[in-house]
C-alpha cells in the first residue's frame, strides 16, 4: 500500500468514525441514562478509534479491533491477542475516565445546588 493510500484511508476511516460517534451520541442522549450513555459512548470511542501494528515488525497501524477479527480469522488465537491487549486497555481506561468524571460531576452539581439554596 503506497503512503497516499494509507493516509487517504485513515482519513476516511477517522471522518467514519467521527460521524458514527456523533450519531450514537445523539441517540443515546436520547433514550438513555446519561451515566450510561457517556460510558458506551467512552466504550464505543476506545472500539472504534484504537491504533494496533499490522505486523509486529511493521510501522503500518490499522484499528486495532480490524486486527483483532482479521488475525483471528486468517491466523489463530494466540496472535489475535496482541491486538486484543491495547483494545481492552482502552476501554478499561475509557471506563475509568467517565467513572472518575461522572463521580466528580455529582458532587459538583450537589455542592451547586447546596450553596444555591436559601437558608432559612
Given at each position: 500500500m503506497e503512503t497516499q493510500d494509507y493516509i487517504v484511508a485513515w482519513v476516511v476511516y477517522l471522518l467514519a468514525g467521527i460521524a458514527f460517534s456523533f450519531i450514537s451520541w445523539k441517540v443515546m442522549k436520547k433514550f438513555l441514562w446519561r451515566e450510561l450513555a457517556y460510558l458506551l459512548q467512552s466504550l464505543l470511542l476506545a472500539i472504534i478509534f484504537t491504533p494496533w501494528y499490522v505486523l509486529p515488525e511493521d510501522e503500518i497501524l490499522a484499528p486495532a479491533l480490524i486486527v483483532?477479527?482479521?488475525?483471528?480469522?486468517?491466523?489463530?488465537i494466540t496472535t489475535s491477542i496482541r491486538a486484543l491487549i491495547p483494545l481492552v486497555m482502552a476501554m478499561l481506561f475509557g471506563i475509568i475516565v467517565t467513572i472518575i468524571l461522572s463521580v466528580l460531576y455529582r458532587i459538583r452539581r450537589k455542592n451547586y445546588s447546596a450553596d444555591s439554596m436559601p437558608d432559612a
Amino acid at each position: 500500500m503506497e503512503t497516499q493510500d494509507y493516509i487517504v484511508a485513515w482519513v476516511v476511516y477517522l471522518l467514519a468514525g467521527i460521524a458514527f460517534s456523533f450519531i450514537s451520541w445523539k441517540v443515546m442522549k436520547k433514550f438513555l441514562w446519561r451515566e450510561l450513555a457517556y460510558l458506551l459512548q467512552s466504550l464505543l470511542l476506545a472500539i472504534i478509534f484504537t491504533p494496533w501494528y499490522v505486523l509486529p515488525e511493521d510501522e503500518i497501524l490499522a484499528p486495532a479491533l480490524i486486527v483483532f477479527m482479521l488475525d483471528l480469522i486468517t491466523v489463530d488465537i494466540t496472535t489475535s491477542i496482541r491486538a486484543l491487549i491495547p483494545l481492552v486497555m482502552a476501554m478499561l481506561f475509557g471506563i475509568i475516565v467517565t467513572i472518575i468524571l461522572s463521580v466528580l460531576y455529582r458532587i459538583r452539581r450537589k455542592n451547586y445546588s447546596a450553596d444555591s439554596m436559601p437558608d432559612a
